[in-house]
């Protein structure tokens, strides 16, 4: 195969996954009662509920990754080849937070990093930022059917937090990667794989259990918020190897005291 005939699989392939990511980002998976207790994190919202949650605990919850055709015959050489289990996964760094004026309401503090994604230093927040942005997961016909569309939108998507009160179920759900495998685990604190926070859209892990968590200094949401743009993958733009989701997730994790 010549170099432009090789070029041009690359670019065809690389078209696909993104349409199928793009995809994905519309499928709903949470349920549409809660969509009024679901924010983007903005300078509206920390004016709003800056003060109403204090987050105490702090996790990394995982879910299967989305991958592009033929990635898992590579991911599989690659293990035999060097004796090691690379797991395709994507993870989340999530925080708990408690409302301080009525300690039964609870909210979770959603932080992921993905493909298309750039992290501005804290002090270069875009104020666009400060904008009111509604949530509507459906599915969007009209990028389906363009390639250059859904790389083009996935090479702007916004950098953002997401704070979702009440349900624990959706706040996982909102990391599934993969609509057909919508299962999330936890893989921080203690590598606990195999216990799920949600399986098969069910929420499997409904009380708090202190081993599923790590107890963090407690935090304002404008203080965490601020976490996030002060890990190692900063400055850098999203890259499958070396500054990817996992990348960010676990340097926020240990970032945060």
């Known amino acids: ?7 041009g699989s690359i670019a065809t392939a690389a078209a696909d996954y993104a349409i199928r990511k793009e995809k994905n980002r519309h499928v709903r998976l949470t349920d549409p009662k809660n969509d009024h207790l679901f ?4 300078e509206e919202l920390i004016e709003s509920h ?3 949650y204090e987050f105490r ?3 990394i919850w995982a879910c299967d990754l989305l991958l592009p055709e033929g990635a898992d015959v590579a991911i599989n050489f690659i293990n035999r ?3 090691t289990n690379v797991f395709p996964e994507h993870w989340a760094f999530v925080a708990r937070g408690v409302d301080v004026a009525s300690p039964h309401r609870i909210a979770f503090f959603i932080a992921q990093f993905g493909y298309g994604q750039f992290i501005p230093p804290v002090g270069e927040m875009k104020s666009s930022n400060k904008k009111s ?3 509507t997961p459906i599915s969007s016909p009209e990028i389906a059917g363009s390639s250059t569309a859904a790389s083009a939108s996935l090479s702007t998507i916004p950098f953002e937090a997401w704070l979702q009160e009440e349900s624990k179920n959706d706040a996982a759900l909102r990391i599934v990667e993969n609509p057909d495998k919508p299962a999330v685990w936890i893989e921080r604190p203690n590598l606990c794989r195999g216990r799920y926070v949600s399986k098969g859209k069910k929420l499997m892990s409904a009380k708090f259990l202190k081993e599923e968590w790590t107890t963090m200094t407690p935090m304002k949401l404008r203080e965490l918020n601020d976490c996030m743009y002060k890990t190692n993958c900063t400055g850098i733009k999203y890259v499958a190897i070396g500054n990817n989701c996992q990348d960010f997730a676990k340097g926020l994790f240990e970032l945060i005291p």
């Open 81 to 83: 080849a060097s004796k």
């Open 57 to 59: 605990h702090k996790a």
């Open 50 to 52: 800056g003060n109403r």
């Open 133 to 135: 942005v509604t949530n």
């Open 39 to 42: 924010h983007i994190v903005n």
């Open 1 to 7: 195969m010549s170099g432009s005939a090789l070029s």
